[in-house]
Every structure is written in structure tokens, then in C-alpha cells.
């Protein structure tokens, strides 16, 4: 300290080292997570958990600034003609609220077979909710803010229910999986809340054969009987974002138009960024936001 916050960044290149020359000028997602590449972690297939691994935000200056240096490796590009409605700024949510859960799900190996439950459905679970319904699974979404679950119901979740006012989660999501006409064994499980409730009910909804992931993160802790596991067959994973290599693929679904960025954030100048960051302390966002740098003669960069 003192540091620059901001760890979901998107903009232009301006300056680049020796050997980056052919990214000036390019308009690009810079991971949240940036693995070095050379260790035992990442030459075994784990990028995720290498241990020299670059966080902008927390290793070094953020992108709640007009520029930023990071590295060059991991960079993903972006075409200079965007579909319409879409910006260089909103994609920014593409470095950890898209891709976090787009690797959750990948991992867990979810397809059209499957019905997909998110308990929760705010930044990681709306985005998570819309990455399953485009892989054809059957999506429910859970959650204790209407509003949450009205976005989701619009962008691929076929059932929504409201924690609070739901009598019996487990029995509405197991009578929702047997009447889904779906034949996947177990149910795919995404806790994206990252509250100790969320966590708990996401242990409860396991099946057999059940796969539960926890992208959702809270420092406290959760009572759970893991003999559920065993006695279910299924397996419970963690997920620490995602591999840079597979950002263009999350990158090509909202470019496709498969998930929807807009609906799920709103812009303000990064001048605001105090009175963000106190409206988001105060709960007061409905939406994810996203800082924009209006500097002289550069294009917009961001970081939520």
C-alpha cells in the first residue's frame, strides 16, 4: 500500500515493452488472474492455482486508473467493431463475472442433458445462468432478491425461486429436475453467492452423482456433513478464475450474442468512484458497476 484497486480491466493498448510491439493499439480484456507459465502448476495443466500468478488490483496498480501496465501474456483481444449496444467498457465484467463462471462450468462438464442450478444469481450467477441456458441445459436460479431473479428469468433460467418465500428449495428443484425431461446423472451445482446460506443450501441440493462448485467465496465458515459426498457419489470443486487461454471462448459467446452484458451493468465516469464504492458498501447497486476513464485522445478503458 498504497494501491490502486481494479482487477476486471478492459481498454487500448498505448505503450509496449521490446518484445509486445504488435499489441499498441489494440483493443483488449487483460485477465484477472495471469499465470506465469513456467511452473509446475501451469506445465501441468493448472494455471489457475500457479503460485507467481499476476493479479492487477492486488500484485500491483489496478484499473481504477487511465492506464495501467500489465503484462502482455494472457491478453485477449478484441475486434474493433462490436455488435450494437456493446462496448470496449462493459467488457470488462468478460475478466472475472463472465469467465469465472464460464470455467465453472466447463470444468463441471455440463451439457444439454443437464439441469443447472446457481444459488445465487447476481454478477457470477446471472452471467452463469446465461452461459448454461446457451449450452442447452435446463437452468434453475435461486436467490432472495426479486429483481435478481426477474434478470435471470429473462436470460435462460427456466425456474427461479426465491429463497425466502420458498417453503422447501430441495423439493422444488428436484420436482423441477424430474419434470425437466433431462437425463444427465446428478444435478450440476453452482454456488455463486458466496454467503454462508447460499453455500449450505447449494450442499443440500446434492443428488446422486451430483457435481457442486463453489465459485462463490466468504471468509466464513459453513457446517456441512461430507459424508453427503460419499453417500451421493458426488463431487464438490472449487473454482479460482480462469485459465487466460479461455477468455476468447467466453469472449465469442457475448459476442454472439449467447450472454448478455448490458442488462447486467451500469456505467459511471471513474471520477464517481467513490461514491460507487460507498453505494456498493451500502448495497445500494442493483446492477454491476463499471468505472470509465475519459482520458484525452485514448479510447475508453474500465474496471468494475
Not at 432472495?144 to 427461479?160: F, I, K, Q, Y
Amino acid at each position: 500500500l498504497p494501491l490502486i484497486l481494479g482487477h476486471e480491466i478492459a481498454g487500448r493498448v498505448v505503450l509496449a515493452g521490446e518484445h509486445a510491439g504488435n499489441w499498441i493499439g489494440r483493443s483488449v480484456i487483460v485477465p484477472a488472474v495471469i499465470p506465469c507459465g513456467n511452473c509446475d502448476a501451469c506445465r501441468s495443466g493448472r494455471p489457475t492455482i500457479c503460485r507467481k500468478q499476476f493479479m492487477p488490483g492486488n500484485d500491483a496498480d489496478g484499473g481504477f486508473a487511465t492506464c495501467v501496465r500489465v503484462p502482455a501474456r494472457g491478453l485477449c483481444p478484441v475486434p474493433e467493431e462490436l455488435p450494437q449496444g456493446l462496448t470496449l467498457a462493459m467488457l470488462s465484467v468478460v475478466a472475472d463475472a463472465v469467465t469465472t463462471p464460464y470455467e465453472a462450468i466447463r470444468r463441471s462438464g455440463l451439457n444439454a442433458d443437464d439441469v443447472a442450478v446457481f444459488v445465487g444469481a447476481g454478477g457470477i450467477g446471472g452471467f452463469g445462468v446465461q452461459i448454461a441456458a446457451a449450452l442447452g441445459a435446463a437452468v434453475v436460479a435461486i436467490d432472495v432478491d426479486a429483481d435478481r431473479l426477474e434478470l435471470a428469468s429473462a436470460h435462460g433460467a427456466t425456474l427461479a425461486l426465491n429463497a425466502r418465500e420458498c417453503a422447501d428449495v430441495k423439493s422444488a428443484v428436484r420436482s423441477f429436475a424430474r419434470q425437466s425431461g433431462r437425463h444427465g446423472i446428478g444435478l450440476k451445482i453452482f454456488e455463486t453467492s458466496g454467503t454462508p446460506v447460499g453455500q449450505q443450501t447449494a450442499f443440500s441440493l446434492l443428488d446422486p452423482g451430483a457435481h457442486l462448485a463453489i465459485v462463490g467465496y466468504t471468509a466464513q465458515k459453513v457446517e456441512v456433513r461430507l459424508s453427503n459426498l460419499m453417500a451421493f457419489d458426488a463431487t464438490a470443486r472449487g473454482n479460482w478464475g480462469c485459465p487466460p487461454d479461455q477468455y476468447p471462448n467466453a469472449l465469442a459467446m457475448v459476442l454472439e450474442g449467447k450472454i448478455h452484458i448490458q442488462p447486467f451493468v451500469e456505467m459511471h465516469p471513474l471520477e464517481e468512484a467513490q461514491q460507487v464504492l460507498e453505494a456498493v458498501h451500502h448495497h445500494q447497486l442493483r446492477r454491476r458497476a463499471v468505472l470509465v476513464p475519459q482520458p484525452r485522445g485514448m479510447e475508453q478503458g474500465t474496471n468494475p
